[in-house]
């Protein structure tokens, strides 16, 4: 009896699901969104386009646009993860449920 346990079965390839949600266009798509409402919110609360927020805050270290630009980063990485997670379960969905 010979031990041929050296040899290991290919795996088959795990592009296929990816490609088959089309999730590279869904992570494109997201990032733009997040990244547009990123700097829309950015735009309008750090250059007072809506008028003054009220005073009595105090951003230390950075000032207030360096904070909001931290806020501006995190609400675009959850914005682009957002949509991105949406746009790959309906493309699932529509593929689950296609005749």
């Known amino acids: 009896m010979s031990d041929d346990s050296s040899t290991v079965p290919e795996r088959p390839p795990s592009g296929g699901l990816v490609a088959a949600l089309d999730v590279r266009r869904n992570a494109v798509v997201g990032l733009a969104s997040g990244v547009g409402l990123a700097v829309a919110v950015y735009l309008v609360r750090v250059f007072e386009l809506l008028g003054p927020v009220g005073a009595g805050r105090s951003y230390p270290v950075v ?22 997670t949406l746009l790959t379960a309906l493309r699932a969905y529509r593929l689950a449920t296609a005749e």
Do not use: H
């Not at 904070?67 to 675009?76: D, E, H, I, K, N």
């Open 63 to 84: 000032g207030p646009a360096g904070w909001f630009a931290v806020l501006g980063f995190v609400l675009a990485v959850t914005t682009a993860l957002l949509v991105t």
